[in-house]
């Protein structure tokens, strides 16, 4: 009974970890793909996690749309995380490099995760509201059109139909099980244990 209720404590401290991750990664790819700064979503998330991105950015400056104080805030979090779930779960500590290649791991996982979500949210959309305005919608157009426009480039509409969603989600996949695998796997961390 102990061990099942110190399983689920952990099971729920690494899903809040993640979903801060999540939150975290969203106002890097916000930044990146140039997404409307004062959109109400925007401000909510850069809100939510000034408190652990503003200590960095006295020393981690921007590289032009790279935010390096966001993607250091995001790698420090799961980095503590997973030395504390497996220290807790395990009773020991994992390497150091094990540790830094599981947390670049979930900070990948946590961007290819946004971008399926943001594609499959402006899939529906383009079907039940072409021209919506709300700032969700907005937000999500801008956030997806930066992988979008390449691929589209190449492969073209086909009068009604666009199937570089299509290509977008394929190359999500393959990046997904091939780059966050191997770098799961050559951390020598479970999995469950990263929240991935």
Request: aromatic share 6%; charged share 10%.
């Amino acid at each position: 009974m102990g061990s099942q209720l110190g399983s689920a404590g952990l099971m729920l401290v690494n899903t809040l970890i993640n979903i801060y991750l999540f939150l975290l990664m969203l106002r890097f790819l916000l930044q990146a793909s140039r997404a409307d700064y004062y959109n109400p979503i925007s401000q909510a998330v850069v809100k939510v996690t000034q408190p652990v991105v503003k200590p960095l950015q006295s020393f981690l400056r921007p590289m032009g749309r790279i935010d390096l104080a966001t993607l250091g805030a995001g790698f420090i979090i799961k980095a503590l995380s997973i030395a504390l779930i497996v220290q807790v779960a395990i009773g020991g500590l994992p390497p150091l490099g094990g540790i830094a290649i599981a947390s670049v791991a979930a900070l990948a996982s946590a961007i290819l995760k946004i971008y399926f979500f943001a594609l499959i949210g402006m899939i529906i959309l383009s079907w039940v509201a072409p021209n919506a305005s709300h700032p969700g919608a907005l937000l999500i157009m801008q956030l997806v059109e930066p992988i979008m426009a390449p691929v589209r480039r190449v492969i073209p509409p086909l009068g009604m139909i666009d199937l570089s969603p299509i290509v977008v989600f394929i190359v999500i996949n393959l990046i997904d099980g091939i780059v966050v695998g191997s770098l799961t796997r050559a951390a020598g961390i479970s999995g469950v244990l990263v929240g991935l």
